[in-house]
Nanobody
Framework: QVQLVESGGGLVQAGGSLRLSCAAS????????MAWFRQAPGKERQFVAA????????YYADSVKGRFTISRDNAKNTVYLQMNSLKPEDTAVYYC????????????????WGQGTQVTVSS
């Protein structure tokens, strides 16, 4: 069992930056692939970025490639999402997720979810 708690969301102007953090409980964090998803009002949950258990492989949605960076610190049981050059269309609730398998972009591949943190980008 893994419990995930996100933090770092908030209100920022377009062009600004935020860093989200996701703290995980449990001693097996390093065995999980991790990801960030987001969900805007009235829309489906959308893949943002994923990282392998070792941190050696990362994957991004085209909409955030070059602006967002996912990373993890297995010693701290934490995964991060550095978001730069934010746009109003990045406004959403951002969720952290953990996968016991390979992870990837599909919601169905993830077994554990955090409660989400709101990111609002003003124009």
């Amino acid at each position: 069992q893994v419990q995930l708690v996100e933090s770092g969301g908030g209100l920022v102007q377009a062009g600004g930056s935020l860093r989200l953090s996701c703290a995980a409980s449990g001693r097996t964090f390093s065995s999980y692939a991790m990801a960030w998803f987001r969900q805007a009002p009235g829309k489906e949950r959308q893949f943002v970025a994923a990282i392998s258990w070792s941190g050696g492989s990362t994957y991004y949605a085209d909409s955030v490639k070059g602006r967002f960076t996912i990373s993890r610190d297995n010693a701290k049981n934490t995964v991060y999402l550095q978001m730069n050059s934010l746009k109003p269309e990045d406004t959403a609730v951002y969720y952290c997720a953990a996968s016991r398998s390979f992870g990837g972009w599909a919601v169905r591949n993830y077994d554990y979810w955090g409660q989400g943190t709101q990111v609002t980008v003003s124009s």
